[in-house]
């Protein structure tokens, strides 16, 4: 039997830090105090200025040359790039480069699956990869910050913004941040093929009340802290070079001008050095808040509060000058915010080496981008559902209907954020169905709508009609690109247009229809899926989703994809997430549901616990799901020992067996239960997992280690701390399954 240690595949992304070079930090801060002392008030408040393309070369290049720009947005000519970087770097006094910068999300020009679905992988590696390729790629056009990774925390798929992130999982969600902002940074920053990540959004608008984009949250601290603020905190410790702040406010305070969480937490309880920057206008849009008079006083606060740099909406430029005279901004606040934009600059070695080779645009598309954008795409589908082994295709099939307004939209199938990617060189399902099966099998293609939105029902009865001379229906739907993603949320997460009905007439053929489903969140499929033989959901796959999925379905791969959220049936079951915590009254399942309530019942007859009469106990998929082609056995739960102490490490192994008859890959889970403490804690967190692969057959024995020290939590007086008690852990495929195992800590 082979031993698999897990905890070495995860520990890092965790409890990693930067190294540091001390003396060349030390140099670099030499630099920064010289730079410092020559800088004008204005010089220094321009640093402080970023702003948005435009024009031509002319038009930029006085603001430019006066030292009023410290950063510019979505420049994606190399030349144009070298042109305004000369300007700065030439004929501005004292030299200072320009840090160019752009939503670089999922991919430059080869774009990856969205984050959320690269998080279904769980694979950090395809975070890593995905992040390092876009960051190849855009540097070769001269960007060198991006603003990600989007690492809210995100339960409410109605927000459209989940789609950018990992779900639902704080655990989860700092592996995979982690894994991004050294993909991006790679080895050093100093390398002309990194770029500075700037995780986003610091924090809590993933909990944007009705899931409706820019809304209030109300998080209090301690949830705050035991939810929302441990991603931000590990890619904080993993190096990340900056951090932008979001556009809510939580508890009446936008996180632009919260000096909680950008003085004392990020600074001074993580000790942050980088940039701190602001969202989109979002210094101004305090106004809208309510939470400023004028720009004035929204420059004051968000400079007070730990705002280095000002995106667009020139406050800063405007009206520090006369906050200084006034005394209402002090001198040195200016300095600390110049100090950690110049140390960015240096740590990208742009004073040395400003310019772009502006022959790396080769770069682009390279084979070895497009490949690892393939693998990453079939590591992130997810297989739902799989009656009868219809998948993966056989031999058998010699007619497949190609159908679904996803079927071939090389548009809509790179998803959200992708303002660099070209479909042209989106190679879609119906393209790689073609180019794989040839001759060999007869290929009906009729769409039956045109788009996700479509309802024309014409087009779905010629669609059902072409579809049951096949022998399997390949059904493609989901949403557009643009129905997911900033400020596109949604109300009803049941598939738009006729998608529904599409999915009813094909089922009416009595053909085995496998729905694949591109889209930017979880959908409530509940009806479509009892419709389906098969279920592949593969969020918006990217440049080579087509190819991935192909692969998956004709079996030249294995689906091992998990859901990085909860699937629920219908919108009114949100918030719906598995670590909620626990209830005095947990749902029993002895209840009595709607349709079974007997007329004139009792107001207590159906069971005075938490659940809906209308939903049932569960959703639709938990956190943690997802099928293979083959099976899998856990058994053999072990731990190291029933009692540790709080500076111990568990070990926690078990043997996984492959009990089918094709080799696949598990995602195994570790979930941890606090049973008894001073604060009511979540019914299950997520601690560990690990991808194992296995052959038919083939068993391996499995380790998780677990210091105890991770199982803190901020308790009743708001100290972060392990309590002794009662714990049991589950060693599972999702976050419902798994044999139940107790554990204690002890004084």
Same mark, same amino acid.
């Given at each position: 039997?082979?031993?698999?240690?897990?905890?070495?595949?995860?520990?890092?992304?965790?409890?990693?830090?930067? %190294?540091?070079?001390?003396?060349?930090?030390?140099?670099?801060?030499?630099?920064?105090?010289?730079?410092?002392?020559?800088?004008?008030?204005?010089?220094?408040?321009?640093?402080?200025?970023?702003?948005? /393309?435009?024009?031509?070369?002319?038009?930029?290049?006085?603001?430019?040359?006066?030292?009023?720009?410290?950063?510019?947005?979505?420049?994606?000519?190399?030349?144009?790039?070298?042109?305004?970087?000369?300007?700065?770097?030439?004929?501005?006094?004292?030299?200072?480069?320009?840090? =160019?910068?752009?939503?670089?999300?999922?991919?430059?020009?080869?774009?990856?699956?969205?984050?959320?679905?690269?998080?279904?992988?769980?694979?950090?590696?395809?975070?890593?990869?995905?992040?390092?390729?876009?960051?190849?790629?855009? @540097?070769?056009?001269?960007?060198?910050?991006?603003?990600?990774?989007?690492?809210?925390?995100?339960?409410?798929?109605?927000?459209?913004?989940?789609?950018?992130?990992?779900?639902?999982?704080?655990?989860?969600?700092?592996?995979?941040?982690?894994?991004?902002? $050294?993909?991006?940074?790679?080895?050093?920053?100093?390398?002309?093929?990194?770029?500075?990540?700037?995780?986003?959004?610091?924090?809590?608008?993933?909990?944007? $009340?009705?899931?409706?984009?820019?809304?209030?949250?109300?998080?209090?601290?301690?949830? !705050?802290?035991?939810?929302?603020?441990?991603?931000?905190?590990?890619?904080?410790?993993?190096?990340?070079?900056?951090?932008?702040?979001?556009?809510?406010?939580?508890?009446?305070?936008?996180?632009?001008?919260?000096?909680?969480?950008?003085?004392?937490?990020?600074?001074?309880?993580?000790?942050?050095?980088?940039?701190?920057? @602001?969202?989109?206008?979002?210094?101004?849009?305090? =106004?809208?808040?309510?939470?400023?008079?004028?720009?004035?006083?929204?420059?004051?606060?968000?400079?007070?509060?730990?705002?280095?740099?000002?995106?667009?909406?020139?406050?800063? &430029?405007?009206?520090?000058?006369?906050?200084?005279?006034?005394?209402?901004?002090?001198?040195?606040?200016?300095?600390?915010?110049?100090?950690?934009?110049?140390?960015?600059?240096?740590?990208?070695?742009?004073?040395?080496?400003?310019?772009?080779?502006?022959?790396?645009?080769?770069? !682009? #598309?390279?084979?070895?981008?497009?490949?690892?954008?393939?693998?990453?795409?079939?590591?992130?589908?997810?297989?739902?559902?799989?009656?009868?082994?219809?998948?993966?295709?056989?031999?058998? %099939?010699?007619?497949?209907?190609?159908?679904?307004?996803?079927?071939?939209?090389?548009?809509?199938?790179?998803?959200?954020?992708?303002?660099?990617?070209?479909?042209?060189?989106?190679?879609?399902?119906?393209?790689?169905?073609?180019?794989?099966?040839?001759?060999?099998?007869?290929?009906?293609?009729?769409?039956? !709508?045109?788009?996700?939105?479509?309802?024309?029902?014409?087009?779905?009865?010629?669609?059902?009609?072409?579809?049951?001379?096949?022998?399997?229906?390949?059904?493609?739907?989901?949403?557009?690109?643009?129905?997911?993603?900033?400020?596109?949320?949604?109300?009803?997460?049941?598939?738009?247009?006729?998608?529904?009905?599409? *999915?009813?007439?094909?089922?009416?053929?009595?053909?085995?229809?496998?729905? &694949?489903?591109?889209?930017?969140?979880?959908?409530? *499929?509940?009806?479509?899926?009892?419709?389906? /033989?098969?279920?592949?959901?593969?969020?918006?796959?990217?440049?080579?989703?087509?190819?991935?999925?192909?692969?998956?379905?004709?079996?030249?791969?294995?689906?091992?994809?998990?859901?990085? &959220?909860?699937?629920?049936?219908? &919108?009114?079951?949100?918030?719906?997430?598995?670590?909620?915590?626990? @209830?005095?009254?947990?749902?029993?399942?002895?209840?009595?549901?709607?349709?079974?309530?007997?007329?004139?019942?009792?107001?207590?007859?159906?069971?005075?616990?938490?659940?809906?009469?209308?939903?049932?106990?569960?959703?639709?998929?938990?956190?943690?799901?997802?099928?293979?082609?083959?099976?899998?056995?856990?058994?053999?739960?072990?731990?190291? /020992?029933?009692?540790?102490?709080?500076?111990?490490?568990?070990?926690?192994?078990?043997?996984?067996?492959?009990?089918?008859?094709?080799?696949?890959?598990?995602?195994?889970?570790? #979930? %941890?239960?606090?049973?008894?403490?001073?604060?009511?804690?979540?019914?299950?967190?997520?601690?560990?997992?690990?991808?194992?692969?296995?052959?038919?057959?083939?068993?391996?024995?499995? @380790?998780? $280690?677990?210091?105890?020290?991770?199982?803190?939590?901020?308790?009743?007086?708001?100290?972060?701390?392990?309590?002794?008690?009662?714990?049991?852990?589950?060693?599972?495929?999702?976050?419902?399954?798994?044999?139940?195992?107790?554990?204690?800590?002890?004084?």
């Amino acid at each position: 039997m082979k031993m698999l240690s897990a905890c070495l595949l995860l520990l890092p992304f965790i409890s990693c830090t930067q %190294v540091q070079d001390t003396k060349n930090d030390a140099v670099i801060e030499q630099k920064i105090e010289a730079l410092l002392s020559r800088m004008t008030l204005e010089e220094k408040i321009g640093q402080m200025n970023q702003i948005s /393309s435009y024009g031509n070369i002319e038009d930029m290049s006085g603001l430019i040359k006066k030292g009023e720009v410290g950063s510019i947005l979505n420049e994606v000519d190399p030349v144009r790039v070298n042109a305004l970087q000369r300007v700065a770097m030439e004929e501005s006094r004292l030299g200072i480069p320009l840090l =160019m910068a752009r939503d670089v999300i999922h991919g430059f020009k080869t774009i990856f699956p969205i984050p959320l679905g690269q998080a279904a992988s769980f694979n950090p590696q395809v975070a890593k990869d995905g992040a390092r390729v876009a960051a190849v790629e855009a @540097s070769a056009v001269g960007i060198r910050w991006t603003f990600a990774p989007m690492i809210d925390v995100a339960r409410d798929p109605r927000w459209g913004r989940m789609a950018e992130g990992c779900g639902e999982d704080t655990y989860l969600t700092s592996v995979m941040g982690v894994a991004m902002v $050294e993909g991006f940074q790679g080895d050093s920053l100093n390398s002309p093929t990194s770029i500075a990540a700037c995780p986003k959004h610091f924090v809590g608008y993933g909990a944007a $009340e009705g899931g409706r984009d820019y809304n209030s949250t109300f998080i209090p601290e301690r949830r !705050l802290r035991d939810v929302y603020l441990p991603p931000f905190e590990a890619v904080a410790k993993a190096g990340a070079a900056t951090f932008m702040t979001s556009f809510n406010d939580n508890d009446g305070a936008p996180s632009t001008g919260n000096t909680f969480i950008l003085k004392d937490v990020l600074r001074g309880e993580w000790g942050f050095d980088g940039i701190v920057v @602001s969202d989109w206008a979002s210094v101004a849009e305090m =106004m809208a808040h309510g939470f400023a008079a004028d720009s004035k006083e929204a420059a004051m606060k968000a400079v007070n509060a730990g705002v280095d740099m000002e995106m667009v909406s020139y406050t800063f &430029v405007k009206e520090l000058p006369e906050l200084i005279k006034e005394g209402k901004v002090k001198k040195s606040a200016i300095d600390d915010a110049v100090r950690n934009i110049l140390r960015i600059k240096f740590r990208l070695g742009l004073f040395d080496n400003p310019y772009v080779d502006e022959k790396r645009i080769e770069e !682009l #598309y390279a084979p070895s981008h497009l490949e690892a954008a393939k693998q990453a795409a079939v590591e992130s589908a997810i297989l739902l559902k799989n009656e009868k082994e219809t998948l993966p295709l056989q031999s058998s %099939v010699k007619t497949v209907a190609v159908v679904g307004p996803m079927a071939n939209a090389p548009y809509d199938q790179l998803g959200t954020w992708i303002f660099d990617g070209d479909k042209t060189k989106t190679v879609t399902p119906l393209k790689a169905i073609k180019e794989l099966v040839g001759d060999k099998v007869q290929v009906i293609y009729e769409p039956g !709508l045109t788009y996700s939105r479509d309802k024309n029902m014409a087009g779905v009865a010629k669609a059902a009609a072409a579809a049951a001379r096949a022998d399997v229906i390949l059904a493609f739907v989901g949403e557009e690109a643009i129905l997911s993603g900033e400020a596109h949320c949604l109300a009803d997460l049941n598939l738009q247009g006729a998608q529904s009905e599409l *999915i009813a007439a094909l089922a009416k053929t009595g053909k085995p229809v496998v729905t &694949v489903v591109m889209a930017g969140r979880p959908l409530t *499929i509940g009806k479509e899926v009892e419709l389906s /033989s098969a279920v592949l959901y593969s969020f918006h796959p990217g440049t080579m989703g087509g190819p991935a999925l192909v692969d998956l379905l004709w079996g030249k791969a294995v689906p091992s994809g998990k859901t990085p &959220v909860t699937f629920p049936k219908m &919108v009114g079951q949100i918030p719906v997430y598995y670590a909620h915590n626990s @209830s005095g009254r947990p749902a029993t399942r002895n209840e009595v549901l709607l349709n079974d309530i007997p007329l004139e019942a009792g107001q207590t007859s159906l069971g005075c616990t938490s659940f809906y009469m209308d939903a049932g106990f569960d959703p639709l998929y938990p956190f943690g799901y997802g099928l293979s082609y083959t099976t899998f056995k856990y058994d053999n739960v072990k731990l190291s /020992s029933a009692n540790l102490k709080k500076e111990d490490v568990l070990t926690v192994t078990f043997d996984l067996e492959n009990t089918g008859k094709y080799e696949g890959t598990e995602v195994a889970q570790l #979930y %941890v239960q606090d049973k008894f403490a001073s604060v009511t804690r979540p019914v299950k967190e997520l601690k560990r997992f690990a991808r194992v692969t296995l052959k038919p057959g083939e068993k391996k024995n499995v @380790s998780f $280690e677990l210091p105890i020290s991770e199982l803190a939590f901020w308790n009743i007086d708001m100290v972060k701390t392990v309590e002794a008690g009662d714990f049991a852990l589950w060693v599972a495929p999702d976050s419902q399954s798994g044999e139940e195992v107790f554990f204690k800590v002890v004084d």
